[in-house]
């Protein structure tokens, strides 16, 4: 019986790899039905490459305006109140009181 099998070897052989690079082409990490995960994703990496675009753009000009040839006072003045609590004479300040709930859990993490 094996000797009957013989000559069909390799079209067998040749059947099998069709068949399994068929598979491969519709379900493998590049094909056919995966081109709409890979089109998600690559949409996706795009919005966040123009958001950090965007934002590399409005730090660029905020260093400018830090910098020592063109400083400007209103920025140099926001940094100034942010990072150190600083408020001008002419502001009015608003203290708020934490609910007794948030003032018991600051109490206790201290």
């Known amino acids: 019986m ?3 099998m013989k000559p069909y070897r390799v079209t067998v052989a040749l059947f099998l790899a ?5 598979i491969q082409a519709l ?3 590049l094909g056919l039905l995966s081109a709409h995960a890979r089109a998600d994703a690559l949409a996706a990496r795009e919005a ?3 958001r950090l675009e965007r934002e590399r ?10 910098g020592d040839d063109n400083l400007s006072r209103d920025l140099l003045e926001e940094r100034a ?6 408020s001008d004479p002419r502001d009015v300040v608003v203290e708020v009181q934490a609910p007794a709930a ?3 859990e600051l ?3 201290a």
Not at 18 to 22: D, P
Not at 57 to 66: I, W
């Open 27 to 29: 379900t493998g990490q």
């Open 81 to 86: 109140r942010a990072l150190l609590g600083y």
């Open 57 to 66: 753009a409005d730090l660029e000009v905020r260093v400018r305006h830090l």
């Open 18 to 22: 069709v068949v399994y690079l068929s």
């Open 48 to 50: 966040e490459a123009l």
């Open 107 to 109: 109490r206790a993490a």
């Open 2 to 4: 094996l000797d009957r």
């Open 102 to 104: 948030v003032k018991g």
